[in-house]
């Protein structure tokens, strides 16, 4: 059994993935709007992702006979000013859910909690290895740039990445 504070913290932490979830989603539907589809399909992968994060504590809470919650998710914003702010956001998102990770896991220190310790380092790798992927992002579209002919090119990228992650994940499946 964790502590209280400890299911606390968690659930705040499912609150946090399902916002991610919600703010890529969002983020999917302008990308489609602005004919994106490229950044459409990746931001739709990043938002099942993030929903799958938030799943994965909630059944780490039932499996500890704790009690996960639903949470409510506030609207995530529709609009973005350009591609490049909408990634510089993400990036920014994904440094939170990093603090937020790094909180649980002192959490877990002073809690002398070692199960859930084990349990949120898949959590401290993920979130490494989401900032490398949006500061790389981030660094292509500023070498682009993100003018109007540049945004084909951008798009093209991001296509490049979801290849990437089907065929890493494929690779990952069959291990």
């Known amino acids: 059994m964790i502590s209280q504070k400890m299911i606390d913290a968690l659930n705040q932490q499912i609150a946090l993935e399902g916002y991610a979830s919600y703010l890529y989603l969002s983020m999917s539907a302008w990308c489609d709007k602005e004919g994106l589809e490229g950044c459409k399909k990746f931001m739709r992968r990043q938002s099942e992702e993030e929903r799958a994060h938030m799943l994965r504590i909630f059944d780490y809470l039932s499996e ?92 093209k990228e991001m296509e490049k990445i979801n290849v990437q992650q089907l065929q890493s994940e494929t690779q990952a499946e069959k291990a």
Request: charge should be negative; hydrophobic fraction near 35%; include cysteine.
């Open 64 to 155: 500890t006979d704790s009690h996960a919650l639903a949470p409510a998710i506030a609207q995530p914003p529709h609009e973005f000013e350009s591609v490049q702010k909408m990634f510089e956001q993400v990036y920014a998102h994904e440094q939170k859910v990093t603090a937020a990770i790094n909180k649980l896991i002192s959490l877990c220190y002073e809690e002398h909690d070692h199960t859930t310790l084990n349990f949120l380092q898949w959590y401290v790798t993920e979130q490494r290895e989401e900032e490398a992927l949006m500061r790389n992002i981030l660094d292509k579209i500023r070498l682009i740039g993100d003018g109007p002919q540049s945004l084909y090119y951008i798009d």
